[in-house]
């Protein structure tokens, strides 16, 4: 494996890490909730998996300029990785609220009813 193929794991990872523990450290720490549920757990796999794969189609071969394998090409990449986990969690809780949220007690139309803007 490469060290571009190793810092956009270990990015990707890191992102999916901090957005589904920071969440739930902030929940415990309110005392909302006491354990860990699998929701938590479901989002992350989900977002490793669309993540992984939307991040090596992206950036399939890093070009990281002349200097090649410097700190500083590494750590974009790296940030890069990290902003794609965090964000692709970010999306996949979001469309699991909104499913959760629409959970078939309102009609798919939601306009019934309303009448229309003049």
Do not use: H
Request: with cysteine.
């Amino acid at each position: 494996m490469s060290m571009e193929f190793l810092v956009k794991l270990f990015g990707l990872f890191l992102g999916i890490l901090a957005r589904t523990l920071l969440p739930w450290l902030r929940k415990v720490k309110e005392g909302k909730i006491r354990g860990f549920n699998r929701r938590y757990i479901y989002s992350a796999l989900a977002s490793a998996a669309i993540g992984l794969f939307l991040t090596l189609t992206i950036f399939p071969r890093f070009e990281a300029g002349a200097a090649g394998q410097g700190f500083e090409e590494l750590f974009k990449l790296f940030c890069l990785a990290f902003g794609f986990g965090y964000g692709w969690n970010a999306l996949v809780n979001e469309g699991g609220a909104w499913a959760a949220k629409s959970g078939g007690s309102e009609p798919l139309g939601g306009d019934e009813g309303q009448t229309p803007a003049r």
